[in-house]
């Protein structure tokens, strides 16, 4: 099973930018789709986007779209969430997870392992 450790959040204005890093050891992080998930306190955990394993294509949330880019370096076995235009509401623990189909899963029971999160905080 692939490890997943995501660093790069941090404390940010409104309209300001950050990028997520989700490192993989364990498995060869390229036969894996690769999802963002976020958390905010008392909300349930939703879909932020998705890339596929070969980083084609990518799907991502209505709330996201336009303003949050993910990508993925299979060599560095790493995946990126480009964070632009960032709003208060979009303050959360991001999690990045591996799923079990290259594209497609958007809820969390499709996705098989996990990383810690990583908080972000837009100020107004």
């Known amino acids: 099973q692939v490890q997943l450790v995501e660093s790069g959040g941090g404390l940010v204005q409104a309209g300001g930018s950050l990028r997520l890093s989700c490192a993989a050891s364990?498995?060869?992080?390229?036969?894996?789709?690769m999802g963002w998930f976020r958390q905010a306190p008392g909300k349930e955990r939703e879909f932020v986007g998705l890339?596929?394993?070969?980083?084609?294509?990518?799907s991502y949330a209505d709330a996201v779209q336009g303003r949050f880019t993910i990508s993925r370096d299979n060599a560095k076995n790493t995946v990126y969430l480009q964070m632009n235009s960032l709003k208060p509401e979009d303050t959360a623990v991001y999690y990045c997870?591996?799923?079990?189909?290259?594209?497609?899963?958007?809820?969390?029971?499709?996705?098989?392992?996990w990383g810690q999160g990583t908080q972000v905080t837009v100020s107004s």
């Open positions: 890339i596929s394993c070969s980083g084609a294509s990518t």
């Open positions: 997870a591996a799923a079990r189909r290259c594209f497609g899963p958007t809820v969390p029971r499709d996705f098989a392992s």
């Open positions: 364990g498995r060869t992080l390229g036969t894996y789709g």
